[in-house]
């Protein structure tokens, strides 16, 4: 079993930048993939980004490709999600979660969620 805590959220303006944290309990977390979604009001939860077990995969959607990036450090239990180049569109919760099954861009392939931090960039 694994509990994430998300934190970093914030308020920014467009062109500015924020780095997330996904800290996770559990001595078993370096088994898993970790993913990052985010919600709009209104809107899905979407896929953004996700990391395999080990970090040698990573996979990003096509619409923060070049601006956001995925790391994880398994000897502090944590992930990390850089945000660089912040657009209004990017306003969202958002959620990391834990895989022990992949790391793909399906929500229902991750069964471990936190409970979200806010990321709001105005205009």
């Known amino acids: 079993q694994v509990q994430l805590v998300e934190s970093g959220g914030g308020l920014v303006q467009a062109g500015g930048s924020l780095r997330l944290s996904c800290a996770a309990s559990?001595?078993?977390?370096?088994?898993?993939?970790v993913g990052w979604f985010r919600q709009a009001p209104g809107k899905e939860r979407e896929f953004v980004v996700a990391?395999?077990?080990?970090?040698?995969?990573?996979g990003y959607a096509d619409f923060v490709k070049g601006r956001f990036t995925i790391s994880r450090n398994n000897d502090k239990n944590t992930v990390y999600l850089q945000m660089n180049s912040l657009k209004p569109e990017d306003t969202a919760v958002y959620y990391c979660a834990a895989s022990l099954r992949g790391s793909g861009y399906e929500k229902d392939e991750y069964d471990h969620w936190g409970q979200g931090t806010q990321v709001t960039v105005s205009s």
């Open positions: 559990g001595r078993t977390f370096s088994s898993y993939a």
């Open positions: 990391i395999s077990w080990g970090g040698g995969s990573i």
